[in-house]
């Protein structure tokens, strides 16, 4: 009942995302004993959402891209920033990235 009222939410996280500055965006790497370790992947750069896609870039170039459709993706409980769990296009490889924002008082 009232399934009309219903909000999409994963376009209010999308929109909150997009244009974005970064401070670093890190990387979770799983290893097989269990252990969980962190791997920078780029600093300083912006989130970017166009034609249902999720681009981070650090400097110049794409560290991280993957259709938002095929993805999962939250803000942090701090909302400093958000984690984005799906596949990298730019290697085909599975990914769970964690990208921090600049902070900007508004």
Do not use: P
């Not at 909302?79 to 964690?98: A, P």
Request: glycine share 10%.
């Amino acid at each position: 009942m009232f399934w009309f009222l219903k909000k999409d939410k994963n376009k209010a996280v999308l929109r909150e995302m997009d244009g974005r500055e970064i401070k670093y965006v890190t990387r979770r790497i799983r290893k097989e004993n269990g252990e969980v370790e962190e791997e920078i992947l780029g600093k300083r750069g912006r989130i970017v959402v166009i034609n249902g896609e999720i681009r981070v870039m650090c400097g110049e170039e794409d560290v991280f891209r993957c259709k938002a459709a095929d993805s999962i993706y939250y803000t942090l409980l701090s909302g400093d920033g958000i984690t984005v769990s799906g596949v990298n296009e730019l290697n085909g490889e599975q990914m769970d990235i964690t990208v921090y924002y600049v902070y900007h008082r508004k």
